[in-house]
């Protein structure tokens, strides 16, 4: 798998220390089960947090901590034992994205925007919107206007933006400054998986996320 | 190299890894000679959550609650949480990390690395009130065994990059723990922290090209 344009080590760390919107998360995580390399890498982002937490001074546990702990085992004596049932695969869409859609690509439901370009909204919190979409090959993205930061993930065929050519696995981060208009290429009808800070929920974070990458 | 009257900790330290390998005894002969020192300290806390797997050992499960569940505890209340919230989420992580040991892989991860993934899917679970989208499992199918000398090179690099993170200077040390700990900006955080990620990203890519071969 050759996946040329990676996720910022920004959005990377984000990730791994769980401070992303749900919509962000989604496209990270679909994003590093499609590409090794940003999964060494976020397993490595990993250990850091995991050698930050070794570091804490810690705060002192209530009395009985330990034995109400214990409870709480014993209580739930199932999830021990529960194996997980083997999941079926879809060959567009990774795993995390297959729970939010329910099932693979044909579960998708589409809702059409005209010249054969669709989009499908999944449900995520507030802070930002994530969305599927479909476009033809060789036709334009349809402007969606987008406020704050951008995150597209390609899962089927290829765009094209500028002098860039993002295909599956590929992750273009862009912000509201950025004009651009990303055009499916030829070969194939493209579908991308699109986060979007909300319109007017402004978020001071994900801006400031994506300024280095704009910087390039 | 074998030294010709091994140390105690060198023996101390192949019986703690030993349980996770099914291969044979000449094998892991073969393979202790990959390794030049062992010590104990190098993968800290492995064989208690071994113990914790196979034998359902509370005297093991007690000495990690001691060490974790306060740190735990502070990470939480460092991300926004109450007291009385990180003592009841801290007791959740705590019985999820006896619930799931069996899904403890020291090839790519230290014990602290994985308390705090949980501990941060539990944060954005009951602080942020999320789903948290998760990259596709590579652990199903068949199940593969992990390397006892991966093993030991990735838990001795978690336990360097735990020192470095230790003596980094504190302007740079409160920056990451920012990061992890509050919903700060992460530009500030450079991709250059002088922490010794380098060894840690070649084995996780070399544990994960063992997988996907094992998944073939």
């Given at each position: 798998m050759s996946v040329r344009h990676q996720v910022t080590d920004n959005v990377l760390t984000a990730y791994a220390a769980g401070n992303l919107p749900e919509a962000f998360n989604l496209v990270v995580a679909s994003h590093v089960s499609l590409c090794d390399e940003a999964r060494v890498r976020l397993e490595a982002m990993e250990a850091v947090g995991g050698a930050v937490l070794d570091d804490l001074d810690g705060e002192e546990m209530s009395y009985g901590s330990f034995e109400a702990t214990m409870r709480l085992i014993s209580e739930r004596p199932k999830e021990a034992i529960k194996t997980e049932a083997v999941r079926k695969t879809c060959a567009v869409l990774p795993a995390p994205l297959m729970d939010y859609v329910g099932g693979?690509?044909?579960s998708i439901n589409w809702r059409p925007l005209g010249m054969g370009t669709k989009q499908a909204i999944l449900k995520s919190s507030g802070e930002a919107n994530v969305r599927l979409l479909f476009i033809p090959a060789g036709a334009e993205m349809p402007d969606?206007?987008?406020?704050?930061t951008e995150m597209t993930l390609v899962l089927q065929g290829a765009f094209i933006d500028g002098d860039d050519r993002f295909a599956r696995g590929d992750i273009e981060i862009a912000n509201e400054e950025l004009e651009h208009t990303p055009i499916a290429d030829i070969g194939e009808d493209c579908i991308c998986l699109t986060a979007t800070n909300?319109?007017?929920?402004?978020?001071?974070?994900l801006p400031r996320i994506a300024q280095p990458f704009l910087r390039i | 190299m074998l030294t010709e009257t091994p140390q105690a900790e060198e023996l101390g330290a192949k019986a703690i890894i030993a349980p996770y390998s099914k291969v044979g005894e000449d094998a892991q002969a073969g393979r202790t000679?990959?390794?030049?020192v062992i010590s104990i300290s190098d993968a800290p806390w492995v064989d208690h959550v071994y113990r914790i797997h196979t034998e359902r050992d509370q005297t093991a499960f007690r000495e990690l609650f001691n060490h974790f569940a306060p740190r735990v505890k502070a990470f939480l209340m460092r991300s926004g949480a109450s007291e009385a919230l990180a003592e009841e989420c801290t007791q959740e992580v705590m019985a999820t990390l006896w619930n799931k040991?069996?899904?403890?892989n020291p090839e790519r991860a230290s014990v602290a690395t994985w308390i705090f993934t949980i501990a941060r899917n539990r944060k954005i679970d009951a602080l942020r009130k999320q789903r948290r989208p998760e990259?596709?499992?590579?652990?199903?199918?068949p199940e593969a065994e992990p390397d006892q000398a991966d093993v030991m090179v990735l838990q001795q690099e978690c336990s360097r990059l735990s020192a470095a993170v230790k003596s980094l200077p504190d302007k740079q040390r409160e920056l990451i723990e920012r990061a992890f700990f509050?919903?700060?900006?992460?530009?500030?955080?450079?991709?250059?922290?002088?922490?010794?990620?380098g060894t840690i990203k070649s084995r996780i890519r070399l544990a994960l090209e063992r997988l996907r071969r094992d998944m073939k």
């Open positions: 693979d690509v044909a969606h206007g987008h406020h704050g909300a319109p007017l929920k402004f978020n001071g974070l | 000679s990959d390794v030049e040991s069996h899904l403890f990259p596709e499992d590579l652990t199903w199918g509050s919903d700060l900006s992460h530009s500030e955080i450079a991709a250059q922290t002088g922490l010794p990620l």
